[in-house]
């Protein structure tokens, strides 16, 4: 799983800007609709563009590429249910591909008739379900360049006694994870405190992605518990002590696309 900085509503505004290619936001929820990057070009030699393409996709190995094709008009598409930097580093190099064959950017009005396609899918690992029911998956509001961020979520409580020995333990599972973001929202009362813990990485560039393995995570969440006995999930006593300080920072990289301050 590949958490960290991600774009699906907005544009990146500030920090990517394309001649060809436009942005399409996600809508209906993630599951509903991608994300998408689209230009809409015509190209005169398109099998060797097309032959350039193929050769750039063996260096973006998580993206996917969508080829509608009408003689030498073409449709290119990039989507995910996540646009991360490197969905947008393909783009740009597209783009010189583009820029190099001399392409013509064609309005989107004119009629376009599909008489083949082709696309190159992503090279994941297998699908990986979440066998934690304690981890939730979350988005955020909008940060800057209208970044979104994608996390895991846990809500616990334990005895307040316990508190600065258990983070001390979750800093350590996080380096051992490949998770590099971590921090959390408090409160306490009574000599207990409740926690809302998020977890997740910065910005997820070509040569830099990190993949999370969600239930090696876990498990060693879970494990916490057996040294931690009196640590439970969920929060206690309602709204009333809800976890909203915060938040306090214990890893972090790429802080301001994914923290308000």
Known sequence: ??????????????LYHFKF????????????NEANLAARVQVDHINNFIQKLEDLKKQFK??????????????????????FD??????????KLLIHENAILLDSGIPFKIQTTKSWSPEREAFENIKHRFIQMTGSEFKK???????????????????????????QICREENLHVFYYHDF?????CNLMLFFSNG??????????????????????????????????????????????V???????????K
Request: glycine content about 6%; proline content about 3%.
């Open 1 to 14: 799983m590949i958490l960290g900085v991600y774009w699906y509503f907005k544009f990146p505004e500030d």
């Open 21 to 32: 290619f436009n942005f399409f936001e996600g809508y209906g929820g993630h599951i509903d």
């Open 62 to 83: 998580e993206s996917f590429i969508l080829l509608n094709i009408n003689e030498n008009q073409l449709i290119i598409n990039i989507s995910d249910r996540q646009l």
């Open 86 to 95: 490197y969905h947008f580093q393909l783009a740009t190099e597209i783009e």
């Open 145 to 171: 360049s209208n970044a979104e961020n994608y996390s895991i979520r846990i809500d616990c409580n334990l005895p307040l006694d316990h508190k600065k020995n258990f983070i001390k333990d979750l800093v």
């Open 188 to 192: 306490d009362f009574k000599n207990h």
């Open 203 to 248: 910005r997820q560039r070509k040569d830099t992605i990190q993949k999370v393995h969600i239930n090696s995570f876990g498990s060693k969440i879970r494990y916490l518990t057996e040294k931690y006995p009196l640590l439970n999930f969920g929060h206690l006593e309602g709204l009333t002590y809800y976890p909203l300080n915060g938040p306090h």
């Open 250 to 260: 214990e890893l972090m990289v790429d802080e301001a696309y994914i923290l308000n």
